[in-house]
């Protein structure tokens, strides 16, 4: 046979193209019912329609298709669609900016061979959809491979997907999930409310923003103006000592009800969107208030204005209120300040101002003293407002002072409230009083898809779906203690996530693609409402598909019955036009398909979709209807993060096909790490896979041409490792652990064939049977690769149907395994006594344990519970033990105690397979003679005539016998 080796380039493009074709001209894989058989429904979450996507994409896919198609393997009828969601303004950004003929945007379509017709079309919102929802199906699911019912396909704002998500609002309200009341959200100032999340579905930056509820409180100057500095903590009022004004910031004059407000300009077109009759009626210099003084609301103190460069024009009003005491910023600002001699002189601000402004204990704060930002400062050494070490000082401050703080007796009627009830009642009365008014803003900056800002915006009679109900939440919370959710963090953690979920907004008025609102056709349902049922949907697209029923026909009794039971199959089929027969299989296809069995998708759907998807189930269907698993896919990452398909600088999907082959990706993504962790794209570890697959294919290619041989003992232990391997790979599958599998299959096997050559096997057909076994293995993530293998073993189409069975684990294969891992494991301590040694053997002497230490062995294995027992393990030995063994006893019971009770039950197994050592490794001594080149004498340890001139015997284990080198 030639080298494990050896080289013979394979055409991946041929073969990826040539079986595909195969497999989808002979249809195997489109899915029907088939009563009696088990069925296994998996999808992955569908991608956003808002450009090419990248190499990072198809970790979480390809790992669905292997996962799928093992199960095509097991003896499952499979069902794996796919779709797109073109929900909101992705493609309408993206149209925008073709129509404005963006470089980057154009640079990106030509170098994916767009010409200037295709260029024109896409400056259409819908051409977009239509044009990527072909790329996505052609290039990326059909190039890999992918075992998807083509026939299935759907996209969001398709007319009769759009008709399912009208009747899934129609029910969430019949079930009283649906609910209106006024709202601040945030929205594009073009195209109306987003949802800001992880998943970055309507937002192009920000996705980790949060909406801040702000005490906007109002700071009246000498001519009736009022200074609005906006503040999450009222509650230091009390301890208020001065007010920054920027005076590099243009300011404006804000018209607000009857009311004249100072704000920055940005601030000003945050209040238009939240009140009402908010005007800019004159520009306001900052400068000239400097040096001033204002009347803090509540307390009515009297406070100079001073200047700082803390007032940021987009964050909140632009204006800052300063309580040194428990601000570490507003401390270093006044000292800093202080020491400033140039400004002080500039705006006319005198040691007595500076003197007015000293901080006011109001909080009395664990582990701190009086005035915890100066304190805090101090012992941190921060005297620059540039110190990075700023935030942290605010964190740790602010933390435990709002936490378990106790208002002290600076703050009149709220002395000894706690700090945050403290902060709820301040705001209230304020608020009542008119002396504040709420406001809100963003964490952080967000933009649009479309590049305009988000900012927060009054919503007066929003629709939200009510995931705070308490039954519902309750139910749902109990239905996800029984489902698969892996990793095993997220199925403890989702308890959290639903029991912290409230009112979520599901439909945006402006300018979206998407469904409009069945009860008010001004709103388009929004992204994740409309992503959260829609698995359902994949089951009844066929019948849309092939024109067995039109979308005006998909009506409230056709869903209805379908898919709740509701109603008999004529009265639907007079209400709806759709003929019985069709009804009926409809109605039958959801039966069968039904539950869901695996949804996966990004983390960044762990707090986002996959809640909702389970709480949406439970809130419409039948319980024997809702989801039984979900696993969580961590990211492919380059430098600097997630990439993202929006923001450009991602490898093209079909460039790394062509450089790699799609196999050698399909292996990386099983293999490179566990899917709970971010992996980064590497093109070097990519190609590493694509070596290895060759190297498979030249072995498998020289195995096949290889000489028959006699059959020999080795021949028992390769069929026994067949079995193993397909126990294995069952156990791994079993909790969906791709990269075990993955390493076994292209790393472990390869290693039991080369052992098998070492040990002299050469039968044509033991080998055969082993090769069609690790082909099938080797099937669900590169089935190209495998398909090809199985032609060249002569088996018949296809190795992705054929069926992989059950492992026939015996007590004589476990038998030939142990005889075998003795030899190995044995092997590889010589070798490394001789690699520290440096010694040029001439003899080795092997020595295997006495009887009395495979007597414990054996007793502590077949010991039950009471296997670890090391009292027991002495008492039953002691007797029957020779006198120079019994001082050794105890140690070895207590070591041998421990090792039994560390064992999984596959160990414990596999350890009860008790070889006779003696026999095996004389039978082998031929062999090893020849590995090591040496002499090899075998013995026992209870043998008086042993050649052991360094007592070494006394360290005989069972499967570990004593060596001792010459």
Not at 46 to 68: E, F, W
Not at 175 to 200: F, N, R, T, W
Not at 341 to 366: F, H, Q, W
Not at 585 to 611: C, Q, S
Request: glycine residues 6%.
């Amino acid at each position: 046979m030639s080298s494990w080796l050896s080289s013979m380039a394979l055409d991946f493009p041929q073969i990826e193209a040539k079986w595909q074709d195969a497999w989808y001209s002979a249809r195997v894989n489109e899915s029907e019912p088939e009563q009696g058989k088990p069925k296994f429904f998996m999808i992955f979450a569908y991608p956003g329609v808002t450009g090419y996507l990248h190499v990072g994409h198809m970790r979480g896919y390809t790992v669905s298709d292997a996962i799928v198609r093992y199960k095509l393997m097991t003896g499952y009828n499979v069902l794996f669609p796919v779709g797109t969601h073109a929900t909101g303004n992705g493609a309408i950004s993206f149209a925008r900016r073709v129509e404005r003929r963006d470089p980057a945007t154009v640079d990106i379509l030509t170098s994916n061979g767009c010409s200037e017709e295709t260029l024109s079309r896409l400056e259409d919102p819908l051409e977009v959809v239509r044009f990527f929802n072909g790329i996505y199906l052609n290039d990326y699911w059909k190039r890999f491979g992918f075992f998807s019912d083509w026939r299935r396909f759907t996209s969001t704002i398709n007319p009769d997907y759009m008709r399912f998500i009208e009747w899934q609002m129609l029910k969430l309200r019949a079930e009283g999930l649906l609910i209106q009341k006024p709202y601040y959200a945030a929205a594009c100032v073009e195209h109306g409310p987003v949802a800001i999340d992880a998943s970055e579905t309507d937002i192009s930056k920000g996705g980790s923003a949060e909406v801040l509820e702000y005490s906007l409180l109002k700071f009246e100057l000498e001519d009736g103006r009022k200074l609005a500095a906006a503040t999450l903590r009222p509650e230091t009022v009390f301890g208020l000592t001065n007010f920054w004004v920027n005076p590099e910031v243009e300011y404006v004059d804000a018209r607000v009800g009857d009311e004249t407000w100072v704000v920055s300009r940005q601030a000003a077109e945050k209040l238009a969107l939240q009140m009402d009759d908010v005007e800019v009626v004159d520009s306001a210099d900052g400068g000239s208030l400097i040096g001033k003084s204002c009347k803090a609301p509540y307390t009515e103190k009297t406070i100079r204005i001073f200047p700082s460069a803390l007032c940021d024009p987009d964050v909140g009003t632009g204006l800052v209120m300063s309580v040194p005491s428990d601000a570490p910023v507003d401390w270093v600002g006044l000292v800093e300040l202080r020491g400033d001699s140039l400004v002080r002189k500039e705006y006319g601000i005198t040691d007595a101002m500076l003197n007015e402004a000293a901080p006011v204990a109001i909080i009395d704060t664990p582990g701190y003293g009086p005035l915890p930002a100066v304190e805090v400062t101090e012992r941190m050494g921060i005297s620059s407002l540039d110190d990075p070490r700023l935030d942290e000082a605010t964190r740790e401050v602010y933390k435990t002072g709002f936490h378990k703080g106790v208002m002290n007796s600076s703050s009149g009627d709220f002395a000894g409230w706690h700090v945050e009830r403290a902060k709820d009642a301040v705001r209230e009365q304020m608020i009542e009083s008119g002396a504040a008014a709420m406001f809100y803003d963003l964490s952080e900056e967000v933009l649009c898809r479309c590049g305009n800002k988000v900012l927060v915006k009054k919503i007066p009679d929003q629709w939200f779906i009510d995931y705070g109900n308490a039954a519902l939440k309750e139910s749902s919370k109990e239905h996800a203690l029984t489902m698969k959710i892996l990793p095993k963090e997220y199925h403890d953690n989702i308890q959290n996530v639903l029991e912290w979920y409230r009112e979520r907004a599901c439909v945006r008025l402006g300018n979206w693609l998407g469904t409009p609102f069945p009860l008010d056709d001004r709103w388009i349902v929004e992204a994740i409402a409309d992503s959260t049922l829609y698995p359902i949907y994949y089951v009844l697209a066929k019948y849309a598909n092939e024109g067995l029923m039109r979308p005006e026909e998909m009506n409230e009794p056709f869903f209805d019955y379908v898919l709740l039971g509701r109603g008999d199959v004529q009265t639907v089929a007079c209400a709806t036009g759709i003929d019985t027969k069709v009804l009926s299989a409809a109605r039958a296809e959801f039966e069968y398909w039904y539950p869901l069995d695996i949804n996966l998708g990004g983390k960044e759907h762990m707090t986002v979709h996959f809640p909702v998807f389970l709480m949406n189930h439970v809130g419409i269907l039948r319980q024997e209807h809702w989801p039984m698993g979900i696993i969580v896919n961590w990211y492919i990452t380059a430098t600097g993060g997630k990439i993202s398909k929006s923001k450009g600088g991602a490898q093209p999907i079909p460039d790394a096909a062509e450089r790699f082959g799609v196999d050698a990706m399909r292996l990386f993504y099983a293999h490179i790490a566990s899917l709970y962790v971010d992996v980064a794209w590497e093109d070097e570890k990519v190609q590493s896979y694509r070596d290895r697959i060759e190297r498979i294919w030249n072995f498998v290619v020289d195995s096949i041409e290889m000489n028959d041989g006699p059959a020999s003992d080795v021949d028992a232990w390769l069929r026994a490792r067949v079995e193993s391997w397909i126990a294995e790979a069952h156990a791994y599958m079993e909790q969906y652990d791709l990269r075990s599998y993955a390493n076994n299959v292209y790393f472990e096997i390869s290693q039991d064939f080369k052992w098998y050559l070492r040990r002299g096997g050469a039968s044509k057909e033991v080998v055969g049977e082993a090769l069609r076994t690790w082909t099938q293995l080797m099937a669900p993530i590169t089935p190209h690769l495998a398909e090809e293998i199985w032609e060249r073993l002569g088996m018949p189409r296809f190795v992705s149907n054929s069926q992989l069975r059950s492992a026939r684990r015996t007590e004589s294969t476990e038998l030939e395994e142990a005889k075998e891992r003795l030899l190995s494991s044995l092997i590889t301590d010589i070798s490394e006594i001789l690699r520290v040694t440096s010694i040029k053997p001439s003899k080795v002497v092997l020595m295997t344990a006495p009887r009395w230490k495979n007597d414990v062995l054996d007793n502590a294995l077949s010991g039950g519970e009471e296997g670890a027992d090391v009292g027991r393990l002495v008492k039953e030995a002691m007797p029957s033990l020779p006198q120079d063994a019994r001082k050794e006893l105890p140690a070895f019971a207590k070591a041998v105690a421990s090792e039994v009770g560390r064992m999984s039950p596959d160990e414990r197994r596999r350890a009860s397979a008790r070889v006779d050592e003696l026999t095996v490794l004389r039978v082998a001594k031929e062999f090893l003679e020849d590995y090591f080149r040496c002499e090899v004498l075998v013995f026992s340890a209870d043998d008086t005539a042993k050649l052991d001139p360094e007592n070494r015997a006394r360290q005989a284990r069972p499967g570990r016998p004593a060596i001792h080198v010459e």
